[in-house]
T-cell receptor, first 113, second 118 residues
Framework: DAGITQSPRHKVTETGTPVTLRCHQT?????MYWYRQDPGHGLRLIHY???????DKGEVSDGYSVSRSKTEDFLLTLESATSSQTSVYFC????????????FGDGTRLSIL | AQKVTQAQTEISVVEKEDVTLDCVYE???????LFWYKQPPSGELVFLIR??????QNEISGRYSWNFQKSTSSFNFTITASQVVDSAVYFC???????????????FGTGTSLTVIP
């Protein structure tokens, strides 16, 4: 399996605080993704990256920003967390080529009080 | 537009029954790929299978089988003789690639939650 680690695995924070989630992959994959998973909504794409410093928005990008300064790292930042951003966040990466599956990290459970 | 529909939100079966999870997709790409993922109660997302648009052969892996039909834009997943360990949420996904799309994005269905009752 692709080596993808997310940190932290769990976080509880207060409304209005900034939060950064980290994703690290050891597969030299070009593409990386951040999703959130909420009951009844499946996986929703927040942002994705198609190379170092190349990122684009997904369907639920409002309130989130991302950065990718190295191939292996993809950061997701909530500038001012809101309770609606309480969710489970998954990072994924995949190699080049449409036939490549996405490989996922184990997720981060984020609670915003 | 790219879209994946998993109309079955929740399914419950009794152990040893067969169950089919439906997946219908929409795409304008002529080359595309379809995937199934499993998310057990522990929460991780596990890649199960990939199929490309040029290969309509069914695939069987143990108790799992996949039926890909381009004519109906479907990629259904059947579990034979279900077991409690099959209880999970299953996601179908579509990947296409176009010159306009630098993201090489995946499109996930909303998932089907399968419960196998002992």
């Amino acid at each position: 399996d692709a080596g993808i680690t997310q940190s932290p695995r769990h976080k509880v924070t207060e409304t209005g605080t900034p939060v950064t989630l980290r994703c690290h992959q050891t597969e030299n994959h070009r593409y990386m993704y951040w999703y959130r998973q909420d009951p009844g909504h499946g996986l929703r794409l927040i942002h994705y990256s198609y190379g170092v410093k190349d990122t684009d928005k997904g369907e639920v990008s409002d309130g989130y920003s991302v950065s990718r300064s190295k191939t292996e790292d993809f950061l997701l930042t909530l500038e001012s967390a809101t309770s609606s951003q309480t969710s489970v966040y998954f990072c994924a990466s995949r190699g080049s080529g449409g036939d490549q599956p996405q490989h996922f990290g184990d997720g981060t459970r984020l609670s915003i009080l | 537009a790219q879209k994946v529909t998993q109309a079955q939100t929740e399914i419950s079966v009794v152990e040893k029954e067969d169950v089919t999870l439906d997946c219908v997709y929409e795409t304008r790409d002529t080359t595309y790929y379809l995937f199934w993922y499993k998310q057990p109660p522990s929460g991780e997302l596990v890649f199960l299978i990939r199929r490309n648009s040029f290969d309509e052969q069914n695939e069987i892996s143990g108790r799992y089988s996949w039926n890909f039909q381009k004519s109906t834009s479907s990629f259904n997943f059947t579990i034979t003789a279900s077991q409690v360990v099959d209880s999970a949420v299953y996601f179908c996904a579509l990947s296409g690639f176009s010159a306009m799309n630098t993201g090489n994005q995946f499109y996930f269905g909303t998932g089907t939650s399968l419960t196998v009752i002992p």
